[in-house]
């Protein structure tokens, strides 16, 4: 069973930096497909960034050249140039994996999720 745990929100102001993790138990975080989303009070739940398992990235447009996604044993999200619209709960999420003929593969569905850290930026 996978299980994933966030850190590193915080309260900091517009134009900061701050760096979340994503501690993985259950599996190797190079085997899996992960992303990053977000959900602010009243929002919908907003996708992030995304990592497959050979190391392909995405960001969404709207925080492209702000936000990355990065991992080595953990999973990572790089955020700078903070704005307060970035203000939100940022979770950390995980797809199962399924064999399909001889190779394994993600399933699509994120069905595995961390609890959540917390981030507010003032401005």
């Known amino acids: 069973q996978v299980s994933l745990m966030e850190s590193g929100g915080a309260s900091v102001q517009a134009g900061g930096s701050l760096r979340l993790s994503c501690v993985v138990s259950?599996?190797?975080?190079?085997?899996?497909?992960m992303g990053w989303f977000r959900q602010a009070p009243g929002k919908e739940r907003e996708e992030i960034a995304t990592?497959?398992?050979?190391g392909t990235t995405k960001v969404t447009d709207s925080v492209m050249g702000r936000f990355a996604i990065s991992r080595d044993n953990s999973l990572y999200l790089h955020m700078s140039q903070l704005k307060p619209e970035d203000t939100a709960m940022y979770f950390c999420?995980?797809?199962?994996?399924?064999?399909?003929?001889?190779?394994?593969?993600?399933?699509?569905?994120?069905?595995?999720w961390g609890q959540g850290t917390q981030v507010t930026i003032s401005s």
């Open positions: 999420a995980a797809q199962g994996l399924s064999w399909i003929g001889s190779s394994l593969r993600c399933s699509g569905q994120y069905g595995f």
């Open positions: 259950g599996a190797r975080v190079s085997d899996l497909c």
């Open positions: 990592v497959d398992r050979s």
